[in-house]
C-alpha cells in the first residue's frame, strides 16, 4: 500500500509506525473470509482490508475523523483472527491500536456514548467498584425496560452473572514438595469481582506442581480494557505498575508471570511494545498462559475422571493473539476428557473485552451463534481460557461452561467446578470405546504456539 504522510506527520512515532505497518498491506484479501463483521454485514468497510484503508486516509488527513470512520473502526472486534490469515502478516493488532488511540484524542463523541465509555473504564478495570457497580445493575433490575439500548444490555449482563468476588491480597503460596518454579499470578480485575474460582483453581494446581505463587504487591489491571477503547494513557499507567511490581521480583527469582484470562496473557506478553523499557521488554518475554505453564510441569492427574465430553473455545486472544491453541486440548486430553472441537472455531464469540457492552447487537449475534456450534456437538461442559469468553457464552449456551484450569484442578485433585455441582453429567460410554489419551511429558523449554487455527 503507498502512503503519502507529510514530513511532519512522519516525525510522529505513532504516525512512523502507522506508515510502516500500512505499507506492509498488499490487498490480498485473505483476512475479509474469517473477519466476523464482515462475514456478517459483506460490507468492506467491514472488513481488515477496509479498515486499513480507512485508517491510512483518516490519518493522513489528519484532524478529526468522520463519524463513518469512527463508526466502521468501532465494529472491529480486535480478535486478530485475521492476523492469522494474512498472507504477508500486516501487524494490525497495532494499527488498530494506533487509530483507536487517534480517535479518542481527536473526534468528540455523542455525549451518551462518551459517559458509557468513561463509565467503562473507570470501573472495569478495579475489581472493587466493578463489583458495586454490578450490584447496582442488579437493583436496577425492575427498571430496565425503561432504559435506553445498551444500558439496558449492561444491566441484564449483571443480573445473568452473579457477584462472586474474592480480591487477593499480596502474598505467597509455597509450593507443595519439591519447589519447581516460582512464579507470580496476574490476579486480574474483572476477573476477581466475578470468579474467585478460576484464580484460586490457578493457585492450587500450581501449588500441587511444585510452584510458589506470587501475587505481587501493586500488579493489577493489565490495561488491555482501556487500551483497546483507545485510552493510552490510563492502559500504560496501568501497565507500568504492573512492571514495577514484578520487576522487584526478579532479583529473588522469578521464573515465569503467570495469566490465566487469555485477554490479558496477549496485553502483558505485548508489554515490550507498549512501554518500551527494558524491564517492560523482559516481563513480557517471561509471562505464560497458565496452559503453557502446566505442559511444561507436565500435568499429573489422579487417574480417576470420567471421560465428559468438553467442547474447546478457543478464545481469540488465546489463539490468534497468543497462538496458544493445542496445549489446552492435550492437557485436557491427559486429565481425562473427550475434548471437542467446535465448529467455526476461528471465530470471535462476540466478548471482545468490553465490545458486548459497546455494539451489543453485533456482539449477541456473535454469541447466538457462537452458542449453536457448541451446541451441534453435544458436550457435557464447555472449557475456555477467558472469562469474557466464558459470561458471553454463557449469555446463549444451555451447557454450564467452566474455565479450562477448573477442568484441570478438578483432574490433579482438587475440587468439582462449582458450575458444575449440582448438575446431572451423562455416564460416559465403555472403556473400549474411548480413545487414546496422549500423554504430555514435562519439557525443559516453554513450549511453543500453536499452528493456526485450521
Not at 474469517?34 to 490519518?59: K, Q
Not at 502474598?171 to 507470580?184: D, P
Not at 517471561?286 to 487417574?303: F, K, N, P, W, Y
Not at 449456551?397 to 475440587?415: F, N
Request: hydrophobic residues 40%; charged residues 20%; glycine residues 10%.
Amino acid at each position: 500500500m503507498q502512503t503519502a504522510f507529510s514530513r511532519e506527520q512522519l516525525a510522529q512515532p505513532e504516525i512512523a509506525e502507522a506508515d510502516g505497518i500500512l505499507k506492509t498491506c498488499v490487498h490480498y484479501g485473505f483476512c475479509t473470509g474469517t473477519c466476523p463483521t464482515y462475514v456478517l454485514f459483506r460490507d468492506e468497510n467491514d472488513s481488515p482490508r477496509g479498515r486499513i484503508d480507512l485508517i491510512r486516509a483518516m490519518l493522513e488527513k489528519g484532524g478529526a475523523p468522520a463519524p463513518r470512520t469512527v463508526h466502521h473502526l468501532d465494529r472491529c472486534l480486535s480478535c486478530l483472527s485475521c492476523m492469522t490469515t494474512c498472507a504477508v502478516k500486516v501487524d494490525y493488532v497495532h494499527l488498530i491500536d494506533i487509530a483507536r488511540s487517534y480517535i479518542e484524542k481527536n473526534f468528540r463523541r455523542p455525549l451518551p456514548d462518551r459517559m458509557l465509555r468513561g463509565l467503562l473504564a473507570k470501573t472495569l478495570p478495579y475489581p472493587r467498584r466493578f463489583a458495586a457497580a454490578l450490584q447496582l445493575g442488579r437493583l436496577a433490575q425492575p427498571l430496565a425496560g425503561f432504559m435506553p439500548g445498551r444500558l439496558r444490555d449492561l444491566v441484564g449482563m449483571a443480573k445473568a452473572r452473579p457477584v462472586k468476588m474474592e480480591l487477593l491480597a499480596p502474598n505467597v503460596y509455597l509450593a507443595q514438595g519439591e519447589r519447581l518454579m516460582r512464579v507470580a499470578l496476574l490476579a486480574g480485575c474483572a476477573q476477581q469481582a466475578l470468579d474467585r474460582n478460576i484464580n484460586a483453581a490457578t493457585i492450587r494446581i500450581l501449588q500441587r506442581h511444585g510452584c510458589d505463587v506470587i501475587v505481587a504487591d501493586g500488579a493489577g489491571c493489565c490495561g488491555a480494557l482501556p487500551l483497546h477503547m483507545g485510552y493510552e494513557r490510563q492502559a500504560r499507567t496501568l501497565a507500568a505498575a504492573n512492571v514495577e511490581a514484578w520487576s522487584r521480583l526478579l532479583d529473588q527469582g522469578l521464573d515465569a508471570v503467570v495469566v490465566n484470562a487469555s485477554g490479558c496473557g496477549t496485553t502483558v506478553k505485548d508489554y515490550g511494545h507498549l512501554l518500551g523499557d527494558e524491564n517492560a521488554k523482559r516481563i513480557g518475554a517471561m509471562t505464560r498462559d497458565i496452559t503453557e505453564i502446566l505442559a511444561q510441569l507436565g500435568l499429573r492427574v489422579t487417574g480417576d475422571m470420567k471421560p465428559y465430553r468438553v467442547a474447546y473455545h478457543d478464545a481469540c486472544s488465546l489463539q490468534h493473539g497468543q497462538h496458544v491453541t493445542e496445549q489446552p486440548r492435550r492437557l485436557l486430553k491427559t486429565a481425562g476428557f473427550t475434548v471437542l472441537d467446535v465448529p467455526e472455531k476461528h471465530f470471535c464469540c462476540g466478548s471482545a473485552g468490553t465490545y458486548n457492552l459497546l455494539q451489543p447487537a453485533i456482539a449477541n449475534a456473535l454469541g447466538q451463534r457462537k452458542a449453536a456450534h457448541v451446541g451441534s456437538v453435544d458436550p457435557d461442559m464447555i472449557a475456555a481460557g477467558n472469562l469474557g469468553c466464558m459470561v458471553q457464552i454463557g449469555r446463549f449456551a444451555e451447557t454450564p461452561i467452566v474455565h479450562t484450569v477448573e477442568l484441570l484442578d478438578w483432574a490433579s485433585g482438587g475440587p468439582m467446578p462449582e458450575a458444575l455441582q449440582g448438575r446431572t453429567l451423562r455416564a460416559p460410554p465403555p472403556v473400549a470405546e474411548l480413545s487414546e489419551q496422549p500423554a504430555i511429558m514435562p519439557s525443559d523449554a516453554p513450549p511453543s504456539g500453536g499452528a493456526g487455527i485450521w
